[in-house]
């Protein structure tokens, strides 16, 4: 059964069990959805206000891609636990010759790419979900200003656990170029998201 299809106590159990999966990857993902969740709400209060008439185009424009955003961050928290479960897979490989040995390396090696690159797609997907409710900030509804809050707080907190889940992967891979494509990249994402994620919320904040 796939982790979104859980109701949220049941997802809740599960991340509570002694089971590696799912874990911090998917709780990640489940923030990023969740803040993107909450800018698409935001907008939808906002929808239709005469006051809020000159934001039209902005409001519409977040409806459509917060909820993409929404979708993408289900999408990857399922992918992050299959990725994870192929890493669990190969400890299961036999070793007993040389050969043996070497192919279940050589499937780590694969399975730990693999679970890399699902929290850096979240990390990816965190930043412009940011730059998107940055662009809500003081043109939306003012009623729902702590909703735009929560979500920039939602969001950081998804950027920086994702990031966690990108390095532990990196740590075990052997391929130079790879890891340091991902940590170089990690790092540029989480420069630009955290400042930005900190701004709408202290912007937010000032406003109540």
Not at 49 to 62: A, M, N, R
Not at 75 to 102: I, L, W
Not at 166 to 186: C, H, M, P
Request: net charge negative; with cysteine.
């Amino acid at each position: 059964m796939k982790l979104a299809n859980h109701s949220v106590d049941e997802f809740s159990r599960v991340l509570a069990s002694d089971a590696p999966a799912p874990g911090g990857g998917s709780a990640a993902a489940l923030q990023g959805s969740l803040g993107a969740a909450l800018l698409r709400m935001v907008a939808a209060l906002t929808d239709g206000k005469e006051k809020y008439k000159d934001s039209e185009p902005l409001v519409k424009e977040i409806l459509d891609e917060a909820e993409k955003l929404r979708a993408a961050f289900i999408d990857v928290m399922d992918r992050d636990t299959e990725a994870f479960n192929g890493v669990s897979a190969v400890f299961s490989m036999p070793k007993s010759t040389d050969e043996e040995k070497a192919a279940r390396s050589a499937a780590m090696q694969k399975a730990l790419k693999a679970c890399t690159l699902t929290p850096f797609e979240m990390m990816q997907l965190c930043e412009r979900t940011l730059a998107l409710a940055e662009k809500a900030v003081g043109r939306t509804n003012a009623s729902a200003a702590s909703d735009l809050g929560v979500c920039a707080l939602a969001l950081k907190a998804a950027v920086q656990g994702a990031w966690l889940n990108v390095l532990i992967n990196i740590g075990g891979i052997r391929d130079e170029a790879f890891t340091g494509k991902y940590k170089s990249g990690g790092e540029a994402i989480l420069s630009r998201a955290l400042p930005l994620a900190d701004k709408i919320y202290e912007d937010v904040l000032c406003g109540l």
